[in-house]
Antibody, heavy 119, light 108 residues
Framework: QVQLVESGGGLVQPGGSLRVSCAAS????????LHWVRQAPGKGLEWVAF????????FYADSVKGRFTISRDNSQNTLYLEMSSLRPDDMALYYC????????????WGRGTLVTVSS | SYVLTQPPSVSEAPGQTAKITCGGN??????VHWYQQKPGQAPVVVVY???ERPSGIPERFSGSNSGDTATLTISRVEAGDEADYYC???????????FGTGTKVSVL
């Protein structure tokens, strides 16, 4: 059973930076298109970023463009999200999610890592 | 950017049918997916490609999509169906994935 496990969340001051990670327990990680999706406390889901299986294509939500960077290390089966210039409205539970092959929906999610932005 | 609008809440008695709408400009031309999220858990897809069900999802869950509205229908609602439900599309024009505003389903 493939699992996605996020880590690296924590408390950061406004304007600060943080990197969160997502580790996968699978040998086929390098075939997965992956995303970050976030959920502010008590709020709905918001898509954040996408990276293609080979890392050669990336897309971002307008709300994070220029501040967040998605990347991956297929040799380490790990997905990353580098976040900078963090704002209070970036505070959320950050999920990594796998896209179903040849489809446009998310068929596997981690449990999330909480990022708190506060002074 | 593309916007998907859902009613904040839907309530039905056990055994009745709950319908959750997802409104978007010409959403019928897009492919819609639906997720169920229970408290403290990650979302789970319950309908994909407008009306397909993943294995393990009861037949009570069905979907449709036409015009400016997609609909998730939960037949014979059970207490275990209480959750938040989100629609989702891929907007190829902006290359962004969009979630609906979410609907809380309560079973009376």
């Amino acid at each position: 059973q493939v699992q996605l496990v996020e880590s690296g969340g924590g408390l950061v001051q406004p304007g600060g930076s943080l990197r969160v990670s997502c580790a996968a327990s699978t040998s086929t990680f390098d075939t997965y298109d992956l995303h970050w999706v976030r959920q502010a406390p008590g709020k709905g889901l918001e898509w954040v970023a996408f990276i293609r299986f080979d890392g050669n294509s990336k897309f971002y939500a307008d709300s994070v463009k220029g501040r967040f960077t998605i990347s991956r290390d297929n040799s380490q089966n790990t997905l990353y999200l580098e976040m900078s210039s963090l704002r209070p409205d970036d505070m959320a539970l950050y999920y990594c999610a796998k896209m179903k092959e040849r489809k446009w929906y998310f068929d596997l999610w981690g449990r999330g890592t909480l990022v708190t932005v506060s002074s | 950017s593309y916007v998907l609008t859902q009613p904040p809440s839907v309530s039905e008695a056990p055994g009745q049918t709950a319908k959750i709408t997802c409104g978007g400009n010409d959403i019928g031309s897009k492919t819609v997916h639906w997720y169920q999220q229970k408290p403290g858990q990650a979302p789970v897809v319950v309908v994909y490609d407008d009306s397909e069900r993943p294995s393990g999802i009861p037949e009570r869950f069905s979907g449709s999509n036409s015009g400016d509205t997609a609909t998730l229908t939960i037949s014979r609602v059970e207490a275990g169906d209480e959750a938040d439900y989100y629609c989702q599309v891929y907007d190829s024009y902006s290359a962004q994935y969009v979630f609906g505003t979410g609907t809380k389903v309560s079973v009376l």
